[in-house]
């Protein structure tokens, strides 16, 4: 059974049930409900989710605002669904930080395919940090996700920006070895 926990941030009552019942069902997850983008926000108060499945068009904030302030703060993944099936609009999402886009309607067994695929490419576990301020504390050093500063015994380091995004993903799983194929993958994408 899968503990990950995902925020689904749609305003349909039916998309939300539906799409709520085959992550459940078929992938095992933890699924939080949420009809705006404003109490959505208000949760992340008491931590983030592993991952967000959000809608664009929203009452109140949209999901590009939404989304644009996760991405501020985490790093997690962000699924996009949308009625909105034009070029731009996706190309907005994916420049906002959302790291999947499907377009309404859509099969769920799709969706939950796609949920699998990014958590197995993330491989999201548990990260000893302070999502308030966005770091990470491994020993003496010290990762500032939100400004990409590095600290080692509190004296900051120059890094470029792929060794900071190689960097983090070794702070993230400290113990874990990676083939040359997942580093690739995981900083300089597929």
Known sequence: MVNQQIYIVEDDANIRDIVNA???KEGGYHVTLLETAEDAWELTSTGQPDMWILDIML???DGYELCKKIRQVSEVPIII???KDEEVDKILGLELGSDDYLTKPFSPRE???R???LFKRTELQPIQNNTASHLIHLGKLEIDKGARIVHW???EIEVTSKEFDMLEIFARQPNRAFSREELLTLVWGG
């Open 153 to 155: 015994n509190q004296q």
């Open 81 to 83: 669904i949308s009625a």
């Open 22 to 24: 085959y992550l459940k």
């Open 115 to 117: 949920v699998k695929r």
């Open 59 to 61: 009452p109140g904030m």
């Open 111 to 113: 969706l939950v395919a």
